[in-house]
């Protein structure tokens, strides 16, 4: 917890729901960062360190734990561990001491994990308690019945590499059944494989397929297994599956998640930061330039917003502003860097470095971002922080020299621990060849080709990557990004595009026509309410129909777009005075009256506490808040209340701190103060709201140093450019010619929309219930949807809303023009479609009773693309 400078303790902190279950009181980040010490040749720092965990760690602890987080970082962290202690042991140096302690853990921890597996499928549970097991009633765990794809097929190097070293097979076992299961499982028409699995029956729970969040390393470690094992069935296996990924899922530069059973069906408008690890998988494989050109989209992504956010639309808006040090572009970046040998790559990684010292470095460690338009931060540095991004960004800029060892003699497990190639070999007591499968021949030429070089991949051409990565330069900020077109230019030759739902007027007699063609009727409700009907069966062919259900959907969709600006963005506070020196930045609630600090300069000043706490009345000690930023406590009177009291004792600004103990921005979503329903334009002043666990760091600072200054904010300030104070250069650690670089500007600008305009709510759901409901679930019905007049759609205060804040702020024109909203590009052209996920892209028209057929299984699949949560 590197704001806070303590260790996170299970059980000790609120809980972060499944973010937790990682955490298993076996000091987990100490595990996971063993062989980074020997990679950074920290030989004596890893010898202490395998000192500690073998002293130290107990792995029977009476805790639930994820099944695959604890095998990809405790087991993996373990058995890397023991890798690089027998090869320090060899040299004769460090490590003599060592005799497979490690090892006898991890087979220990094996052991412990085994009977997840205990299941019809082979697919083991997610979680399981380290003490007590499954089912039982002490163990609380063992009633689920899903898991992801991923959390099942990420299993086989660990466990392999467990039974290779010790010669017991019970573990390769367990885990080639369960990847034998999820492949035959597969959607066998396009070959791709769903996010969520029933471990009891097989069924596919979440039918949306990518290669990001729920699935990523399933695929990575069907290519990782052959190299290491040397199994061919897993090489045909990751061929089947990457041929049907760069047919459906790949639409360069982008990575569009797909539904397997209609896979020319884009299932959401967004990415996520986990496919990031793609471009280095098609490294290893060897396709070259689509990792180049994926790579390239999400660098300029990445100089846009410093980080890369947890999520992004296909236009490059922000979908969920987090970013936790996640290591997956640093990983892609140092394997395109070993395949070409281009220099860009070591500036792609200097960039990463300048943005984590200058951004993310705190007094005690790294602290993640709560959002990166602001630069807030979260009280969380995750274990393969320190596993994964060190590793790879030392190993990007390392010359050979510089490493004590042959890297080339290891593979990299998904948490980038090192398992020695020469397993391969050993203990070979399984059989091979899946005979039960069937295998396509595949036309690909990329299949020609493994391990990528410069001298076959470039002869004569040092600038190939380059001419690649050109086109893509200004993707995100400069250009409107051109639709991704699916459907076939003679589709509708000469023909008017079909209708979009954002273009619609409710006023006008073509639009209605349009409607009626496409089967959908429009009603008036006597409560001012458009309800719109479709009857797929009414419409004039087949391809209206089509249309019709394209644009019913794309209407909840643009109602959710519709919900999310209606809440300001989060605000930050940061501390400016010594020692912090602006490396604190706490996520702020905004208010919905005095100074918006988007549309004006910031407020920076020193903090006192106001007397009384509360602020409810006359202040007391106007003195002591005069010219300062007021502290005042939440409770017993209205926001606006408490702003004009300190604002007649002379108060600059005020930060209102909650009441209820132990409240955080981590797992609180986010808190806007409302006005009293009086007239506000008499506060003048920027007022912050601050939960309890934040606004305790400030009260903390000042208890020990007395004097706090802190600076309210949009967003975070670059600490090297903060005025009135001189900060250390040792401090600062950051490029002097990235000082003065333009910050992202925010997304808070909002565009306002025709009255004549209506947006969706769901199927047989009020916009106003949807709005009130807490997950914006959609209740489908396949031939209705209920809509809501826009001026209606606002009918529930802000402050009242619950939803996620870092899914509200994103800023959409609506009426399709391409404007430079704070540089966040929206597509134009009605001509050209748009990536919406519930637009049918199919080569072929489908006949009405194929459509009508189907949606259900498409509605049923759009309600779980609206509560995806990665």
């Not at 029977?60 to 604890?70: G, L, P, Q, R």
């Not at 991890?106 to 082979?122: E, H, I, M, V």
């Not at 989209?297 to 990445?302: A, D, P, S, T």
């Amino acid at each position: 917890m590197p704001l806070t400078c303590r260790g996170r303790v299970r059980g000790q902190e609120p809980s972060r729901g499944d973010v937790d279950d990682a955490l298993g009181k076996f000091s987990l980040t100490l595990i996971d960062s063993l062989d980074t010490l020997v990679v950074l040749n920290k030989t004596k720092e890893f010898e202490d360190a395998v000192r500690k965990v073998l002293r130290d760690v107990n792995l029977d602890n009476d805790v639930v734990v994820s099944v695959f987080e604890t095998n990809i970082r405790v087991l993996g962290g373990l058995l890397g561990g023991h890798s690089l202690a027998i090869m320090l042991k060899e040299k004769g140096e460090y490590m003599q001491w060592y005799n497979d302690e490690l090892l006898q853990m991890a087979k220990q921890l094996g052991y412990k994990l085994l009977p997840a597996f205990n299941t019809t499928s082979g697919l083991p549970y997610p979680r399981i308690n380290l003490k007590f097991g499954i089912r039982k009633p002490e163990a609380r765990t063992g009633t689920e019945t899903d898991t992801c794809t991923a959390c099942a097929g990420t299993l086989i190097l660990e466990f392999a590499a467990l039974s290779r070293f010790t010669g017991a097979t019970i573990f390769e076992e367990y885990a080639r059944k369960a990847l034998d299961f999820l492949w035959e499982k597969r959607q066998r028409s396009s070959n791709l494989v769903g996010v969520t699995i029933n471990i009891h029956t097989g069924d596919w729970v979440r039918k949306d397929s990518g290669v990001g969040a729920g699935i990523d390393s399933y695929y990575e470690y069907l290519l990782k297994a052959y190299v290491l094992l040397g199994d061919d069935s897993f090489l045909e296996r990751f061929n089947t599956h990457y041929d049907a990924i760069m047919r459906y899922i790949s639409q360069p530069p982008l990575l569009l998640d797909v539904h397997i059973h209609k896979p020319m069906l884009n299932a959401r408008t967004w990415m996520d930061a986990l496919l990031a690890f793609f471009p280095g998988l098609q490294v290893l494989k060897g396709d070259i330039r689509p990792a180049i050109e994926t790579h390239e989209m999400l660098y300029q992504v990445i100089k846009k917003h410093n980080f890369l956010p947890e999520a992004f639309t296909t236009d490059f808006r922000v979908h969920w502003a987090q970013h936790p040090l996640r290591p997956e572009f640093a990983e892609s970046t140092y394997f395109l860097y070993k395949a070409t040998g281009d220099p860009y790559y070591l500036e792609v990684g200097k960039t990463l470095i300048e943005n984590l010292n200058k951004y993310a470095r705190v007094p005690c460690g790294f602290a993640a971002m709560k959002d990166v338009r602001t630069g807030s931060h979260e009280d969380r540095m995750d274990s393969f922080f320190l596993a994964e991004m060190f590793k790879y960004l030392y190993l990007l800029f390392a010359d050979k020299e510089d490493i004590i060892f042959d890297i080339e003699d290891y593979i990299f497990t998904t948490e980038a621990h090192l398992l020695p190639l020469w397993l391969s070999t050993t203990n070979q007591s399984i059989s091979k060849k899946n005979t039960t499968s069937e295998y396509t021949e595949l036309d690909d030429s990329n299949f020609d080709w493994t391990c990528p070089n410069t001298q076959i991949l470039f002869p004569n051409d040092p600038l190939y990557a380059q001419s690649i990565r050109e086109p893509l330069k200004n993707v995100v900020d400069k250009s409107c990004p051109r639709g991704i077109i699916r459907v076939e230019e003679s589709f509708r030759s000469g023909a008017k595009p079909p209708l979009r739902a954002r273009d619609f007027m409710a006023t006008n007699p073509e639009h209605l026509e349009i409607l009626k063609k496409m089967g959908v009727s429009l009603i008036h409700l006597k409560d001012g309410r458009v309800q719109l009907v479709q009857h797929a069966i009414q419409a004039a062919s087949s391809i209206d129909a089509e249309d019709g259900l394209r644009f019913m959907q794309e209407m909840i969709e643009l109602s959710s777009q519709q919900q999310k600006e209606q809440q300001l963005p989060p605000r930050a506070v940061q501390i400016v005075s010594h020692p912090f020196f602006g490396r604190v930045v706490l996520t702020a609630g905004p208010a919905q009256f005095g100074l918006d600090l988007s549309k004006h300069k910031e407020t920076r000043g020193f903090v006192a506490s106001s007397k009384p706490s509360n602020g409810c009345s006359e202040l007391t000690n106007p003195e002591a808040v005069m010219g300062k930023i007021a502290l005042i406590q939440r409770g017993q009177c209205m926001f606006a209340e408490k702003a004009r009291n300190i604002q007649n004792a002379g108060a600059i600004g005020g930060i209102v701190i909650d009441d209820n103990e132990g409240s955080s921005s981590d797992t609180a979503p986010l808190f806007q103060m409302a006005g009293d329903g009086k007239d506000t334009d008499d506060i003048k002043i920027p007022m912050l709201f601050l939960f309890s666990k934040e606004g305790s760091i400030i009260l903390d600072a000042i208890r020990e140093y007395e004097e706090v200054e802190v600076l309210l904010s949009d967003k975070a300030k670059d600490r090297a450019i903060l005025k009135g104070k001189m900060i250390p250069s040792y401090i600062i650690n950051s490029n002097p010619e990235m000082e003065n670089e333009e910050q992202p500007s925010s997304e808070n600008d909002s565009q306002n929309q025709s009255g004549e305009q209506i947006s969706s709510s769901s199927q047989e759901v009020d916009l106003v219930d949807q709005e009130s409901s807490e997950e914006n679930s959609l209740n489908s019905h396949p031939e209705s949807l209920s809509l809501a007049d826009m001026d209606n759609a606002a009918s529930i205060s802000p402050s009242e809303q619950t939803s996620n804040p870092t899914e509200n702020h994103e800023t959409t024109n609506l009426n399709g023009e391409c404007t430079d909203l704070d540089n966040q590009l929206q597509e134009q052209s009605e001509t050209e479609e748009d990536s919406n996920p519930n637009v049918s892209w199919g080569k072929k028209v489908q006949p009405i009773d194929s459509i009508l057929a189907d949606w259900n299984e498409d509605i049923e699949a759009f309600e779980m693309m609206e509560k995806d949560e990665l």
